[in-house]
């Protein structure tokens, strides 16, 4: 297990967030927001690119900030099945409340919510109109709009080059926790993925948030994201 804490509530572990999990008491956390695999094979394939999205010159163009388009990944192994059942009780056991990006994907492992988000993408350039999170408010359902490139080319240049196949933008989590969280709780997220939701959770003001990685070469990309992005004196 490999830990870094980045300040004083920040802290990320690369490693299995069931072994983090079980290392916390029942309902530690007041809130996890967690991005787990979809089971849709999304970890650095091409499917819904154009030919011309794949070439060598234009993935420059899109790694160097001067093209906006889909980042070809070096394709990995972690979206190949939705996470088990024990992953899901030991959620629910470490967490006050929960919200699950990718819900409508893990149905068999969730109680019934009227208090659903749907983050409308703003756009026909995805491969998808939108995502799907489940909650566990007892709240209306939300939709939330957040045009993609848009939001990208307001971030640093970092952000409009994302660094994860599944790269959700940081407003987005801020509109979570502006809605769904108050100052000072302790945040959880399992799949760390690009960082954003550290990202976001530093500058509203957590009293803790822990991050979980497994994938190193993403823990190390995710690392230098946060530690540069929070180095700024306004962000969000």
Not at 87 to 101: G, M, P
Not at 139 to 159: D, G, P, Q
Not at 170 to 198: C, F, M, P, Q, R
Request: charge should be neutral.
């Amino acid at each position: 297990m490999n830990s870094i804490n980045m300040n004083k509530n920040i802290k990320l572990f690369n490693d299995d967030c069931m072994n983090i999990m079980s290392k916390y008491d029942d309902k530690y956390f007041d809130l996890a927001i967690v991005d787990p695999p979809y089971g849709i094979n999304k970890d650095g394939n091409t499917k819904g690119l154009k030919e011309t999205e794949k070439t060598d010159e234009h993935q420059k163009k899109v790694r160097s900030g001067k093209a906006f388009g889909w980042k070809f990944y070096e394709k990995k192994d972690w979206d190949q099945d939705i996470p088990k059942k024990e992953y899901f009780d030991e959620l629910f056991r470490v967490s006050k409340n929960q919200i699950i990006f990718g819900g409508n994907y893990f149905t068999d492992y969730l109680y019934p919510s009227r208090g659903w988000i749907f983050w409308d993408k703003g756009q026909d350039i995805s491969m998808s109109d939108g995502e799907l999170a489940w909650t566990s408010f007892d709240k209306a359902l939300r939709r939330k709009v957040f045009f993609r490139n848009t939001i990208w080319s307001n971030h640093l240049r970092m952000e409009k080059t994302p660094i994860h196949p599944t790269q959700k933008p940081v407003k987005l989590y801020t509109w979570i926790l502006e809605n769904y969280a108050e100052k000072g709780l302790k945040i959880l997220d399992t799949h760390l993925g690009s960082g954003s939701s550290a990202i976001s959770c530093h500058y509203y003001g957590v009293q803790e948030f822990i991050g979980v990685e497994l994938d190193k070469d993403y823990y190390n990309l995710t690392f230098n994201r946060i530690n540069q992005e929070t180095s700024q004196m306004s962000y969000l």
